[in-house]
């Protein structure tokens, strides 16, 4: 039998562009995803996962306008990575790529799209790290 973990659709989004505001989080909706699946994505507990959509085309072309990603809220700053995850930046939500330096203390944080700005040699400490991105979805 399959069992579901239910993953919060939150009404918020993050831009990949120039900034969200992070207003609301309520929740709009849900997703089910078969538990083992899920776990091989993350150890993580469902009450740490969270979907909210992409705003922008700065992370083109891995992200969309629109997407929805997963967000795992238990993996960020302490687990810090190369990887794709969701900043705050002031009041601003945002999805970029992040890659760590090879003395591990400074990260550049990446807009997949060229015609956006970049930011290389950040001390890590700075970031603020709302979670890492597990999965994506996309309309057809």
């Given at each position: ?11 918020v989004e ?8 992070a ?15 899920l ?10 996962l ?10 083109e ?32 939500l945002?999805?970029?790529?992040i ?16 015609a ?8 890590k400490?700075t ?14």
């Amino acid at each position: 039998m399959v069992e579901l973990v239910h993953v919060p659709l939150l009404n918020v989004e993050a831009s990949a562009g120039h900034g969200a505001l992070a207003e609301m989080e309520a929740k709009s909706a849900q997703f089910g995803f078969d538990e083992k699946w899920l776990r091989r994505l993350t150890a993580s507990k469902a009450s740490s996962l969270s979907i909210i959509a992409v705003h922008g085309d700065s992370m083109e072309p891995t992200l969309h306008d629109g997407d929805e990603v997963m967000v795992d809220l238990g993996d960020g700053q302490s687990r810090l990575r190369d990887g794709i995850y969701v900043l705050r930046m002031d009041d601003m939500l945002s999805v970029k790529r992040i890659a760590l330096e090879p003395q591990g203390k400074r990260a550049s944080v990446l807009s997949d799209n060229p015609a956006y700005p970049s930011w290389r040699g950040l001390e890590k400490r700075t970031l603020n790290i709302v979670g890492r991105v597990l999965w994506f979805g996309r309309a057809l």
